[in-house]
């Protein structure tokens, strides 16, 4: 059983709760850093993300209290403690988070020079009181980055709430812990190795030509950093590139060539945020998450952060291969969708396979046309006799420029484009996503497509679930986005034909969207309860959408997530080849 989560909103400690007399302006931030060594103050960045991002058995108290007893003084954190007491508790408040961490890692390695001793200066207690300074400062540097006049009630909610993804966006992904790294491993495995060389054939010729290692090489070694750098209650998350496996000269080579492929130096970085901010000069995270470990000249490295490496097993081998002279990035993207697709269906299948082999609830791949002429495509649907649930699979990647945007209208006009409708080189509208499933339960309560034997016929309640690999479009507001977007294509596709809508009494559910982490932990989770009884209840209590199907389990006392055997499984088979190789 997965636990519990909290999932308030988080507030952060400014710099003026501890020390009064330090404003946060810019210039006194770049005068703090300057008593702070580069590489030692990366690695510090990196040592206390990876404590607060990286999911092992130790509560968020025990996370915080390890960084307050690093860098502030005993009369500091009791004036922390006081904020704390005064603004929600301990598990509200946070000193330090994942945002303001990264935050803090591009000024360093902007603006930070190394130090005589650089490896030691922080024995110095003064060294590690600047650290703190600096921390709280980038936090609010991040908040006005993020959030600074784009809260406002101007134009009514509803605008409010559309001028808000993209800072909600950013808040979630800034407090965000990396995925468990079984499932990150087992899903990444599974994908690369069993579903996309279906549909991009030269998939593993480009990968090797592009990295100098097969596919297998690559998840090995990702399972040997997962092991061994990504547990901070074991280690500082220090590595040696040249001592590691000493012993195993083949291997030691594998590993050298992986962290190369992976890892960035300080002054690489540096030149990488230039490039970036020049593109886009609000906070790009572009060059951490293309390499998101940090090494030193003296052959020591470190995971920047743990998220974004974690998010290179589930997908980095795509973006390897895009570097090859030979793929072309439209096919590489839609050979991707494919192989997504195909494993997501896979999954609903395990999940809703009949034990009896009397009836099979669930079909895929559905094309069909309606008494009108009008086209039915949908991914897979699940017929439980008074519910049917639609489902359609989205593997689209939203572009971090857009995210970043102050014109709040470009993120809505691609999120629009990727998963409600689209406009064709020939001038016509194309639904995609919300919008296939609008027409398609349209079609049904219009009785306008009775399926194979009027299968539909005793039907009361529609569920179209939309299914992301982007586990960030399920943040808060997002669902009222596509919820939004479902209700105008249902209006599309229903005008005129609201009056049998009625006199069929069949009730369409605003659209639910499922990240795919969600889907695999649901995949052992509906041996406990009924799949359409989850979604009758998150739609009574959640009839907005502003709550997320993972917030509202998460709080709930009847329903939990569970571990996929099946993802564990893969994982291990990995785990296994690392253990030879190793």
């Known amino acids: 059983m997965i636990s519990k989560i909290d999932s308030h909103v988080s507030v952060y400690v400014p710099i003026s709760v501890v020390f009064p007399h330090i404003n946060n302006e810019i210039k006194t931030f770049r005068s703090i850093l300057a008593g702070l060594s580069r590489t030692d103050t990366l690695f510090w960045c990196a040592r206390l993300n990876l404590v607060l991002s990286t999911k092992f058995d130790v509560d968020s108290i025990e996370r915080q209290k390890f960084g ?11 004036a922390i403690s006081d904020f704390i007491v005064s603004n929600g508790g ?13 935050e803090l890692f591009r000024w360093v390695a902007l603006y930070c020079i190394d130090h005589p001793g650089d490896g030691d200066t922080y024995e110095d207690p003064d060294v590690r009181r600047k650290f703190g300074q600096a921390a709280l400062i980038a936090s609010d540097i991040w908040n006005k980055r993020v959030f600074e006049d784009k809260f406002s009630l101007e134009g009514g909610i509803e605008l409010a709430r559309k001028r808000a993804l993209g800072p909600i966006r950013q808040s979630m992904e800034a407090t965000k812990s990396s995925q468990e790294l079984a499932q990150t491993l087992g899903r990444g ?35 040997m950093m997962i092991t061994h750098y990504m547990n901070p209650i074991s280690n500082s998350g220090i590595f040696s590139v040249q001592q590691t496996l000493r012993d195993r000269k083949n291997t030691r080579d594998l590993f ?14 540096k030149q990488e945020i230039k490039h970036c901010e020049n593109i886009h000069p609000t906070g790009s995270y572009r060059s951490l998450r293309e390499k998101p470990i940090l090494r030193t000249d003296d052959g020591r490295g470190i995971i920047i952060d743990p998220v974004f490496f974690a998010e290179k097993g589930s997908i980095g081998p795509l973006f390897h291969i895009l570097k090859s002279q030979t793929c072309r990035h439209h096919d590489v993207f839609i050979a991707f969708g494919q192989a997504f697709e195909e494993y997501v269906l896979d999954i609903l299948s395990r999940m809703f396979s009949s034990s009896t082999n009397l009836v099979n609830r669930f079909s895929e791949n559905i094309e069909a046309v309606d008494s009108e002429g009008r086209t039915i495509e949908i991914d897979g649907m699940l017929n439980d006799v008074f519910q049917t649930v639609l489902f359609e699979v989205k593997a689209g990647f939203v572009p971090e420029q857009a995210i970043l945007s102050d014109d709040y209208e470009s993120l809505l006009r691609i999120m629009r484009e990727r998963y409600s409708t ?18 398609a339960a349209v079609s049904i309560a219009t009785g306008r497509w009775k399926g194979n034997n009027d299968e ?49 009494n069949i009730k369409i559910s605003p ?52 571990y996929n055997r099946n993802l564990a499984s893969m994982g291990i088979d990995v785990l296994g080849k690392a253990q030879a190789a190793l």
């Open 68 to 78: 307050l007893n690093q860098f502030f003084s005993r009369s500091e954190i009791r």
């Open 90 to 102: 301990i598990e509200r408040v946070k000193v330090f988070f994942r945002g303001q961490l990264l």
């Open 189 to 223: 495995w599974t994908l690369f190795n069993d579903y996309f060389p279906r549909y991009y054939k030269s998939f593993c010729k480009d990968f090797l030509a592009v990295t100098q290692m097969s596919v297998e090489q690559y998840y090995i070694v990702f399972a």
């Open 256 to 269: 050298c060539k992986y962290v190369e492929l992976e890892s960035q130096s300080a002054d690489e970085l």
């Open 422 to 439: 689209t406009e064709t080189k020939k001038g016509k509208t194309k639904l995609k996503g919300v919008g296939q499933l609008a027409r």
């Open 456 to 504: 539909f016929q005793s039907v009361r309640t529609i569920y179209p679930v939309l299914v992301l690999h982007d586990d960030l479009l399920t943040s808060p507001v997002y669902g009222d986005f596509f919820a939004s977007e479902f209700s105008d294509r249902l209006l599309e596709c229903s005008s005129g034909k609201e009056s049998t809508m009625k006199n069929r």
């Open 511 to 562: 659209v639910i969207t499922l990240s795919v982490s969600d889907l695999e932990y649901l995949e052992v989770a509906v041996e406990h309860f009924r799949f359409c009884d989850l979604l009758a209840d998150y739609s009574k209590a959640c009839p907005d959408r502003l709550t997320s199907l993972y917030n509202f389990i998460a709080s709930s006392d009847r329903y939990d997530f569970y």
